[in-house]
């Protein structure tokens, strides 16, 4: 089930530099409407799924498109994220209401570095195999 942004609820993350969902998604999809100042998942059929957008949005405005054959009979899937936990609330179409609650990550936005204490990447092995903080000796190796 993909996400989509409620427009209401969307605030453009206040036209800071940085709009959390467009940062957030691995798969480039949320942007920012030039004109409304919203956020829209342009392109929902390409959506992971991963709702990395729904967690991190601070209003609460990313939901889920839940699929055509629950919609049309009522039924919803409504996220709500905590600081330590998301609640979704799942409405069946027979009207029964279930919530579910997970414990989520709570590093800090950006907090994280992946490259702290590797080595700086060197560009004149770029057509070499393996990774840049690998040491060679260690690489698998195809045989002949
Ligand atoms: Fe809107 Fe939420 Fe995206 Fe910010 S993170 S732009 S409030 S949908
Ligand atoms: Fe991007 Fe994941 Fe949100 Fe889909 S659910 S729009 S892939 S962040």
């Not at 498109?65 to 009522?74: F, L, Q, S, T």
């Not at 330590?84 to 590093?107: A, E, H, L, Y």
């Not at 060197?122 to 195999?129: N, V």
Request: hydrophobic residues 35%.
């Amino acid at each position: 089930m993909p996400s989509f942004v409620i427009q209401e609820k969307c605030d453009g993350c206040k036209e800071q530099d940085r709009v959390s969902c467009v940062y957030i998604c691995p798969n480039n999809l949320m942007a920012l409407d030039k004109d409304s100042k919203k956020a829209v998942n342009q392109e929902v059929d390409q959506c992971w799924e991963c709702y990395s957008c729904v967690k991190i949005c601070p209003q609460h405005a990313v939901e889920v498109r839940a699929y055509a054959d629950i919609v049309p009979m009522d039924g919803s899937v409504v996220p709500l994220r905590g600081s330590d936990s998301i609640v979704w609330t799942i409405k069946f179409r027979n009207g029964n209401v279930k919530k579910f609650k997970f414990p989520i990550r709570t590093t800090v936005e950006g907090s994280i570095n992946p490259y702290a204490g590797k080595p700086e990447a060197d560009i004149s092995k770029l057509d070499s195999p393996g990774f840049f903080n690998m040491d060679s000796a260690y690489m698998p190796r195809i045989s002949d």
